[in-house]
């Protein structure tokens, strides 16, 4: 199971944003929906093995966690005013139910309260990788192949020290995906397309060059 | 240069959609914007040696380019709805300035009559690539580091028996990104990444590890 767990540092943890302004009203919680699609939708489907989480409201005392649990997940679709929309329902909800954990609000989406730290508390046995422009090359890391992984990436402004420093504290590597710093969405596509290698293995990618049909997405 | 054809099977190639509900009323544009960002936006900023080529109403007859220039564009932004609705804008203009050619709507993004055929007759010298889950590896293709490419991406549907004929009649190579099928703005990601990868070279990479600040976007 590979987790992404994206942080917001300004996106709201309140379903009171604005579909027609979704950058200005949230905080920016484009950013995390478009990694959302990244990281659990392919070619017609989803991943099964990948669970994401988003941190919201960071810093503001209201902090709520969304999870996307890939095997569990239904009806996601890959746009973000309805990414976005779900999202809304999901932040509608309450929590009551269950106020110290988690509650499925749609197939395959949690509602938690809480923040980063709860999201530490509740790895479960996932070596952490910090996502980082002058982190180690991510090709060359062998351990990323572990099943159990989580990778912790920031949102436009990137993660806090505060937040680096924790992970850090708790063993957490640094990890590049190339030269150029990419928005957090694209740092998420290349995991995704190193892990699929990894599990492909050699033996098992298609043969080379066959002419054959397409299937792009 | 490197330039993105993202060719849409059921794109419209009119200005008549609705921001509200843009995959169904847009023919599915929604995947095309994401690619335009895949393509053209880093963090903090645009890739200037980036040109990506919207090839819209393929089919209906009414087949019109938007073509975006990395060096020349200004006011990009990421989310699907500014680009959407800047796609609107660009779509109203009317080709009557040029009518075989491109005129420039917005700064770098342009609009021309044409579909398919005007892409490949427009091309400058770039080798064109098919993209297609079946390819080579695209990490294996050394020649994709050449200074001119064209990379041709089909849409959710893939690209046409007849799109991909005409493109291997051209010599094009299949290129694949790896063993899952991927949507097509994670297929552009990925080509991206090996691209910065190849440019960047073993030597201008960042030294590993380095315990140093954020930036990942």
Same mark, same amino acid.
């Given at each position: 199971?590979?987790?992404?767990?994206?942080?917001?540092? =300004?996106?709201?943890?309140?379903?009171?944003? @604005? /579909?027609? &302004?979704?950058?200005?009203?949230?905080?920016? %919680?484009?950013?995390?929906?478009?990694?959302?699609?990244?990281? /659990?939708?392919?070619?017609?489907?989803?991943?099964?093995?990948? %669970?994401?989480? /988003?941190? /919201? *409201?960071?810093?503001?005392?209201?902090?709520?966690?969304?999870?996307?649990?890939?095997?569990?997940?239904?009806?996601?679709?890959?746009?973000?005013? !309805?990414?976005?929309?779900?999202?809304?329902? +999901?932040?509608?909800?309450? =929590?009551?139910?269950?106020? !110290?954990?988690?509650?499925?609000?749609?197939? *395959?989406?949690?509602?938690?309260?809480? *923040?980063?730290?709860?999201?530490?508390?509740?790895?479960? !046995?996932?070596?952490?990788?910090?996502?980082?422009?002058? *982190?180690?090359?991510?090709?060359?890391?062998?351990?990323?192949?572990?099943?159990?992984?989580?990778?912790?990436?920031?949102?436009?402004?990137?993660?806090? &020290?505060?937040?680096?420093?924790?992970?850090?504290?708790?063993?957490?590597?640094?990890?590049?995906?190339?030269?150029?710093?990419?928005?957090?969405?694209? +740092?998420?596509?290349?995991?995704?397309?190193?892990?699929? @290698?990894?599990?492909?293995?050699?033996?098992?990618?298609?043969? @080379?060059?066959?002419?054959?049909?397409?299937?792009?997405?």
């Amino acid at each position: 199971m590979r987790r992404f767990v994206i942080i917001g540092q =300004t996106a709201t943890a309140s379903a009171d944003f @604005r /579909l027609d &302004d979704l950058p200005s009203t949230s905080g920016r %919680v484009d950013v995390l929906l478009r990694c959302v699609r990244a990281a /659990l939708l392919v070619s017609h489907g989803v991943r099964r093995d990948v %669970v994401v989480d /988003l941190v /919201l *409201g960071a810093g503001a005392g209201h902090e709520r966690i969304v999870r996307f649990v890939g095997k569990d997940a239904k009806f996601i679709r890959p746009d973000e005013r !309805s990414l976005a929309t779900l999202l809304k329902k +999901v932040l509608a909800a309450d =929590t009551d139910a269950n106020p !110290s954990g988690l509650v499925e609000v749609r197939p *395959g989406v949690w509602l938690a309260r809480g *923040g980063f730290e709860w999201v530490i508390a509740n790895l479960e !046995s996932e070596t952490p990788y910090i996502l980082d422009s002058l *982190g180690e090359d991510i090709r060359e890391i062998a351990a990323i192949s572990a099943p159990r992984t989580a990778f912790f990436v920031g949102d436009h402004i990137g993660l806090s &020290d505060a937040v680096r420093g924790r992970l850090a504290a708790l063993g957490a590597r640094s990890l590049s995906v190339g030269p150029v710093s990419l928005h957090a969405e694209d +740092v998420v596509a290349v995991i995704a397309n190193e892990i699929d @290698r990894r599990e492909a293995g050699p033996a098992l990618r298609h043969p @080379r060059g066959t002419p054959e049909k397409p299937a792009q997405r």
